[in-house]
């Protein structure tokens, strides 16, 4: 048999749970609700940032193409002054 007590403990059970998540039931509904209404948020600007952004590697490419050639050739130097003609009749 059901005691009245427990009637009472079950009431104030629920009715706290419905308290507590009705509001936020609501919220998350509203906030998918507003979120479906709209667009998603437009990209200011994407397009001329990466062309910025491809030209400096562009550029980026280049001077170290130049610093690589300038390496090349201090090497290139380098290996001819350190190895002198040996001078006649020796091996």
Same mark, same amino acid.
């Given at each position: 048999?059901?005691?009245?007590?427990?009637?009472?403990?079950? &009431?104030?059970?629920?009715?706290?749970?419905?308290?507590?998540?009705?509001?936020?039931?609501?919220?998350?509904?509203?906030?998918?609700?507003?979120? &479906?209404?709209?667009?998603?948020? &437009?990209?200011?600007?994407?397009?001329?940032?990466?062309?910025?952004?491809?030209?400096?590697?562009?550029?980026? &490419?280049?001077?170290?193409?130049?610093?690589?050639?300038?390496?090349?050739?201090?090497?290139?130097?380098?290996?001819?002054?350190?190895?002198?003609?040996?001078?006649?009749?020796?091996?």
């Amino acid at each position: 048999m059901i005691q009245p007590g427990e009637v009472m403990v079950a &009431a104030i059970v629920f009715g706290t749970m419905g308290t507590v998540l009705y509001p936020l039931a609501r919220a998350l509904a509203r906030r998918l609700e507003s979120g &479906a209404q709209q667009a998603p948020p &437009a990209l200011h600007g994407v397009e001329e940032r990466l062309d910025r952004i491809e030209r400096s590697v562009e550029s980026i &490419a280049l001077e170290v193409e130049r610093v690589s050639e300038g390496q090349r050739f201090v090497t290139r130097l380098l290996a001819e002054k350190a190895s002198p003609p040996l001078p006649p009749g020796t091996r």
